[in-house]
T-cell receptor, first 117, second 111 residues
Framework: DGGITQSPKYLFRKEGQNVTLSCEQN?????MYWYRQDPGQGLRLIYY???????QKGDIAEGYSVSREKKESFPLTVTSAQKNPTAFYLC????????????????FGPGTRLTVL | SQQGEEDPQALSIQEGENATMNCSYK?????LQWYRQNSGRGLVHLIL?????REKHSGRLRVTLDTSKKSSSLLITASRAADTASYFC???????????FGKGTLLTVNP
């Protein structure tokens, strides 16, 4: 059963703590993404990775860090430097390089809701 | 930066009616996609339209694209209560993988 999973579903963090959100995919996708969604808002890109051992900052990377050591995994760490981390975090993956015959449809995980106590 | 802007922000209709949502964007694209999100869940891809296409159908969905006006519309025909969700447009351009999402339209279909 192919797909993309995120864990945990709910996460609570005390101020000053770092937390890591897990994202795993078995779709054999090259690219993976992390988005943040605030209530009533769209998705904002935090980081993305087009290939193993490489990643780029998105629009709101400050206070976050990622790694891409394996094709299947793209964990996101929310550091204490992120001043307002309470949000819904979504991970996604897509198949590969855009060509004339393939496009960048993204497949999303179920999300992790992070709350700072 | 968010390129796509959906309109309206919220839409409430009765079951059986059609729902139309619009998306405007600012820069050139090579494709535009529509996604659906049920409350508290991940997004699900609905349909993709390429920049050289003007209209595309999938089941009860119809998408149009007008690149001269930099706009797209999503029509859901014969809506059902189960269509209640937020709908997002996302634009892709160039050779990278990134998509830029709008803020979405919240559709409520009343039984």
């Amino acid at each position: 059963d192919g797909g993309i999973t995120q864990s945990p579903k709910y996460l609570f963090r005390k101020e000053g703590q770092n937390v890591t959100l897990s994202c795993e995919q078995n779709l054999n996708h090259d690219a993976m993404y992390w988005y943040r969604q605030d209530p009533g808002q769209g998705l904002r890109l935090i980081y993305y990775s087009q290939i193993v051992n490489d990643f780029q900052k998105g629009d709101i990377a400050e206070g976050y860090s990622v790694s891409r050591e394996k094709k299947e995994s793209f964990p996101l760490t929310v550091t204490s430097a992120q001043k307002n981390p309470t949000a819904f975090y979504l991970c996604a993956s897509s198949g590969g390089k855009v060509t004339l015959s393939s496009y960048n449809e993204q497949f999303f995980g179920p999300g992790t809701r992070l709350t700072v106590l | 930066s968010q390129q796509g802007e959906e309109d309206p922000q919220a839409l409430s209709i009765q079951e059986g009616e059609n729902a139309t949502m619009n998306c405007s964007y600012k820069t050139s694209i090579n494709n535009l996609q529509w996604y659906r999100q049920n409350s508290g869940r991940g997004l699900v891809h609905l349909i993709l339209i390429r920049s050289n296409e003007r209209e595309k159908h999938s089941g009860r969905l119809r998408v149009t694209l007008d690149t001269s006006k930099k706009s797209s519309s999503l029509l859901i025909t014969a809506s059902r209560a189960a269509d209640t969700a937020s709908y997002f447009c996302a634009t892709g351009g160039g050779s990278n993988y990134k998509l830029t999402f709008g803020k979405g339209t919240l559709l409520t279909v009343n039984p």
